[in-house]
């Protein structure tokens, strides 16, 4: 791959990145919730999920999901009613009214869940979110040469798109966790629980307006 292709890739995934999305979403939510140490767990989660995506794409699964009709609709419906589940999980996710102890996650009374638990989300977060897959394939074609070895390429993608990844979620998660002080309360927290639910329930809602062929 060229110096050159590569770098405007290395631009894209920033761009790609830092736009709102439910893997945004969750890692704030899971930042404030629990902390940025325990958000890394999610984080994790979805750096594996978007590798699944970025492979399907390279290798053309992306294309036929996008070619068929049926397939594209079953990932579709799936995304959107996982994402509207998590949503409905965080906007009924009870609280309690004593403020922690300093630099300690704020955490409903049923903890924190384990990180298989957090890794699983992050993971069915992306896997299920077919607006990836489509963009994926609009995208990854730029930036392949059909002449070269074509799982090199995809290694050298996939590496760049996680690193940048794994550094813009740290931060989404790292600037919701310093707002945790502010959000003490039980009112605050059921707020927040709302604000993130309302939020990933709409995305989730939105995923149903995706079509085959575009973003």
Do not use: C
């Not at 998590?86 to 955490?107: S, T």
């Not at 049923?110 to 489509?134: A, D, H, S, Y």
């Not at 392949?144 to 990844?165: A, C, E, K």
């Amino acid at each position: 791959m060229d110096f050159n292709v590569w770098l405007a890739f290395f631009a894209a995934s920033w761009v790609i990145a830092i736009s709102p999305g439910s893997g945004a979403v969750l890692s704030m939510s899971h930042g404030l919730a629990y902390g940025m140490r325990r958000s890394s767990a999610t984080i994790a989660g979805l750096q594996l999920g978007l590798a699944v995506i970025l492979l399907i794409a390279g290798v053309g699964v992306g294309a036929l999901l996008l070619a068929s009709a049926t397939a594209f609709t079953v990932v579709k419906v799936l995304g959107a009613a996982y994402l509207i589940w998590l949503g409905l999980k965080q906007w009924r996710a009870p609280v309690h009214a004593h403020a922690p102890a300093a630099g300690q996650a704020l955490v409903n009374h049923l903890g924190v869940p384990t990180v298989r638990e957090r890794v699983l989300t992050g993971f069915m977060t992306n896997v299920t979110n077919p607006k990836g897959i489509v963009f994926m394939v609009a995208v990854l074609p730029q930036f392949i040469d059909p002449h070269r070895p074509l799982w090199l390429q995809l290694l050298i993608l996939l590496v760049t798109s996680i690193g940048v990844d794994l550094v813009v979620m740290h931060g989404y998660a790292f600037l919701a966790s310093r707002a945790q002080r502010w959000l003490a309360t039980a009112r605050a927290r059921r707020a927040q629980n709302r604000v993130f639910g309302g939020v990933l329930m709409a995305m989730g809602a939105g995923l149903m307006l995706v079509k085959r062929g575009g973003a």
